[in-house]
């Protein structure tokens, strides 16, 4: 059974950016479609987007400018960057897996808090 | 505003059987794509407990059920328990955003 663990700072700076790993165990990451979703506090989820390691990251048009997803098979893990952040960008960040482009999203990490703050 | 909507809330008494919507568009549940749900108890991360409009995963009771038809879906849950008490989210793909796109979310209250 796949398990992701997502890890980096909880406090990033206005302006700079957000940078966060998913580690993955008991699966290999060149079998799934990995995907970043974050739920700001006591709101819903947004999808960020995703990535399968041979093929381009997919991201979601609200965010593309500022998003760079990808993937380190030799340390199965995958990466979140996401620049310029305001407070608006507070939020709880998931990472979880998906067997094809536009299935489900199981399983999901447990999730990291970041806040964006001076 | 999302997407898909949801009822912001819906409540039922244990035991009865409550039902929450997902509305959509020609774009992603009208065009046929599948739609998902999820359960997310407090402080915990999201749960996947249907799949596929009408699937459930292993493990899932068989009180949840999904069902999907035209630009809406539905997920209802029978014989209500005290654990059932969460927010519940609808996922889909939209092909004009081109990417998976989430409802609002429903919280369900035990009464």
């Known amino acids: 059974q796949v398990q992701l663990q997502e890890s980096g700072p909880g406090l990033v700076k206005p302006s700079e950016t957000l940078s966060l790993t998913c580690t993955v165990s008991?699966?290999?990451?060149?079998?799934?479609?990995w995907n970043w979703i974050r739920q700001p506090p006591g709101k819903g989820l947004e999808w960020i987007g995703n990535?399968?390691?041979?093929?381009?990251?997919n991201y979601n048009p609200s965010l593309k400018s500022r998003v760079t997803i990808s993937v380190d098979t030799s340390k199965n893990q995958f990466s979140l960057k996401l620049s310029s952040v305001t407070a608006a960008d507070t939020a709880v960040y998931y990472c979880?897996?998906?067997?094809?482009?536009?299935?489900?999203?199981?399983?999901w990490g447990q999730g990291t808090l970041v806040t964006v703050s001076s | 505003q999302s997407v898909l909507t949801q009822p912001p809330s819906v409540s039922g008494a244990p035991g009865q059987r409550v039902t929450i919507s997902c509305t959509g568009s020609s774009s992603n549940i009208g065009a046929g794509y599948d739609v998902h749900w999820y359960q997310q108890l407090p402080g915990t991360a999201p749960k996947l407990l249907i799949y596929?409009?009408?699937n459930r995963p292993s493990g899932v009771p068989a009180r949840f059920s999904g069902s999907k038809s035209g630009t809406s879906a539905s997920l209802a849950i029978t014989g209500l328990q005290a654990e059932d008490e969460a927010d519940y989210y609808c996922q889909s793909y939209d092909s004009s955003l081109s990417g998976r796109v989430f409802g609002g979310g429903t919280k369900l209250t035990i009464l």
């Open positions: 596929g409009n009408n």
């Open positions: 008991g699966g290999s990451i060149s079998k799934y479609y």
């Open positions: 979880a897996s998906a067997l094809v482009l536009r299935g489900w999203f199981d399983p």
């Open positions: 990535i399968y390691y041979s093929e381009r990251a």
